[in-house]
């Protein structure tokens, strides 16, 4: 112990004389830091009320609650928040699937009233509202859920531009399962699928690899899924949570993925079918399509006797006569087709109603009938020249192809359309062009700009892949034909397609003109309905809406109480509309068989 | 029980003791106090106590002002949190890991967050290992501040205590801006950590590192060069080499009983690998050493904040893309990991059953054996005045030993 020891202390005296360093007025002075984890505010425009938050939450602070009217892709729910419970750990924010979430700077706040500490951030207005500091999302590269798609494998363009097999090859189990992983459960896509499939539930079996449990969840809403894992429009994927900061979830090719692993001898061992019979009533069901087929699936489940009656010699309709087979391969369809026969339905092939037999006799001879006739007259656009003999109706040449019944292919071709069966036979004539000619001539034209195309965007991209020209914005004028053959098609410029009512009334400029070389013209400018078989008597009874559609209630009944009718002459072209209104209409037809 | 001479050369003032007047010991080990015999006086000491840190008690049996046995109980903090991580999703457990040691949290995270990785495979990126290393320094850096002249403070010499709380507030200033948070960061997340440095953020750093330095030059004046300060320390609660590590002792109390102990440099973790630093120890192993083994630590972390600032990329990804956070399935195994606390070793060990909620997190603290059953033996023969010194050089905290 030396002197040092005992005097060294008493230096620090000389801090008496230095400046105070604490802060006088902390909450003034000294601001919360930027990225501070203080109170929740909430863009409630953004936010979709996904309740992701409301998951994560440790402390369950956070509970959905009704604000809004919900929408397609919004569940009208937001979060309202307990600080009796939160801790601040910001784990709402880092998972919010819209970023609308927000944690302000601010450090205090005080309130007599207890409740005032449980609010709504963004409806419950709040001091702190426009203070844009404090915590957000944290960058970069920071994700809760996988932002990206898993790669869907497709044949490239070189492997498929001549032949008519299946471009996309769906997906390997551990893409499935990758894929299956970016859901975060919400289920908002639930609202937007016309068919309100358990979507969630068997995103889920797929990242459990269950597949049964999957298949049977498929089966619950949706009969058709080979079909519907192909071709569905995919509404839910446009709503998807995962979509706003992300890519949405590839839904429909996890449903293709779930149908693709089961064995069509095993389905009914899953989905417990062995037992059905069918002795019930009898019920007549006309057309095989998606408003069909699910209407006898479900039928048959109730134990009914089901007919159908198909105008072609096989079943499927718009899916089988519509869809060219590399977008829906037949043994795909067939696959679904069978199991649904497997249940006891019967199928009166090449069988027309109105000609091969009538209404009325299905009238006495069933207890109630199903219609889903489907939009199968094509429309012509009327221009001058299109009455000549290569003027065609897609639709009826995708028919053709699908019966394997030869179609003219002349080197150069026009289609007139921007939508997704205008793609369909631009593709197809451009394979079958390749298979000819080893080279493709294929313009496809929409008065629609490229933007407004109403054909899917990979529709588009992926007919250029292919090497047919894709050239919207134009409105067809004339068909200039020399010497009894077609030369080409004359367009203008389109300016506007609507007037301000909002009517179809194209303006075209009259000094931006063009000329499509062609020996063919292809109409696809949309499908009309041919409801002859419908008799004078039945008629008088109906109710009649816009455009000729018959009036329906919410189980798709007529007027004619025996006579439910859906599909897309209901609804318009739409596969998975078609399979919706179909099983509705099941559930309607028990009803009024069993009053 | 042998109950070691006290070294009298070294502190004059150390009284002598009376074998005679400690109780017998029973056969099964529990010390026969007869508070009859009129002998002895049995007080508590905590848990509501001002000088104990965080809630725990001592009781004490005394003859006179001497303890002849001691016994520390905890309970009293009523909390359970490994247990509630079981029913939570692991990333629900990060916000929960950090409860475990509110003095420095984020070597929670840390372990959580690496045991979690471990055991999927994870492998975070380099910007993350160098923010991660900057936190837990940062934390570590934060707890010395008071631990350092808080040896001091447990002798009536509080002004040290008030300038590092002063400088800690610093570093939780600069933890703030880092991480959101001043006390809970929730920083460290499986996959990385949830921001980069805000701009600036290392000028600011350096001019509170500065303040440091002119700190440690005070707190030398202050304390370590102090009659009274050494006299109180010197030659008190001995730790002897061979309870090292028959009680598991780690950190700077070994360091402070000649052992060369520190996980960064046995286990190096992070990029503690690529950083320049010796380890400090001492022989004498009594509050004394200890003390200035902290002190020399505090330097160290300094040096070594200074060396990740220097060294750390300026940006990068902040984290590895897991699988989504809310079905994340652990692969089932066990894991045991280890970090070097302000206190020493402090590890985890995990076990996961291949669900998405852990089936057990277990926290190895140094202050389980440290506060426990090192503290009951050190206390023996100390005197009561003391009792606080020599807890508080263990660097005990009860909210580790009790989660
Ligand atoms: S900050 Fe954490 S505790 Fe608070 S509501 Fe969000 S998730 Fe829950
Ligand atoms: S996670 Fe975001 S978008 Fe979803 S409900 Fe919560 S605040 Fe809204
Ligand atoms: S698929 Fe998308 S919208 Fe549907 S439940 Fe999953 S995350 Fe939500």
Redesign the interface.
Known sequence: MALKDILTPFTVWKNVFKEVVSVKDPLNDRPGAARYRGFHVNDVDKCIGCGSCEVICENEAIDLVAVKEATLGNSGLRPMVDYGRCCWCALCVDVCTTASLRLTNEYTWVSENADDFRYIPGVDAKPWDNNELGWKKPEPNYHFYGEKRQDMGELHPEERDHSFIEMIKGFSKEQAMLEADRCVECGICIAACPAHMGIPDYIKAVREDNIEEGFKVLYDTNPLPEICGRICTHKCETVCSVGHLGEALSIRWLKRYIADQVEANDYKKILKTDGITNDGKKIAIIGSGPAGLSAAHYLALMGYSITIFEQFAHAGGMMRYGIPSYRLPYDQIDKDVNYILSLGVEIKYNTKIGKDISLEELKFGYDAVFAGTGLHLGRSTGIPGSDHENVYQSIDLLNKITEDIEIYVPEKVVVIGGGNVAMDITRSMARLQKIKYGKVGVIATALESEENMPADREEIVEAREENAIVNPGWGPQSIEIKDGKITGLHVNKCLSIFDDEGRFSPKFDENNKQFFEADMVVESIGQGMDLGYITEDVKKDLEFGPRGRVVVDEYFQTGVNWLFIGGDIIQGPDVIHGIANGHKAAVGIDKFLNK | MTIKKMDTKKNLFNWTHDRSKYPEIKENGEADIDLTSHKYVKIWHGPNHPGVTGNMALELTLSGDEVVHAKTHVGYLHRGFEKLMER??Y??????CVRLCVAEPDYNEYLLARSVEELDNIEIPEAAKWLRALSLEMARLATLLRTVPGQAGTLSLG?GVQWGV?LRDLIL?LF??????RV?H?YIIPG?V???L?DGFKKRMEEVLVKIDEFQK?ID???F????F??RTIGIGVIEKHMVDSYGVVGPNARAAGFARDVRKDYPYLIYDQLDWDIFTLKDSDVYSRSLVRRSDLRVTVDLIRQIMAKMPD?G???A?T?????WQIPKGEVYVRSESSRGEYGYYVVSDGSKTPRRVNLRGPSYTHAVVLLEKLLVNANIADVHSIMVSLQTCPPEIER
């Not at chain 2, 990333?91 to 929960?96: L, S, V, W």
């Not at chain 2, 699988?323 to 079905?327: F, G, R, S």
Request: hydrophobic letters at 30%; a positive charge; one cysteine or more.
């Open positions: 939570r999703l990333i629900q457990c990060f916000p929960t002004m002063y200033d703030e801006e880092l991480t959101g948070g809970y929730m990385g949830r921001g980069l805000p005070k004046d202050l304390i060069t102090n009659a009274i050494k006299k940006g990804d902040i984290r893309q699988p989504n956070v809310l079905h």
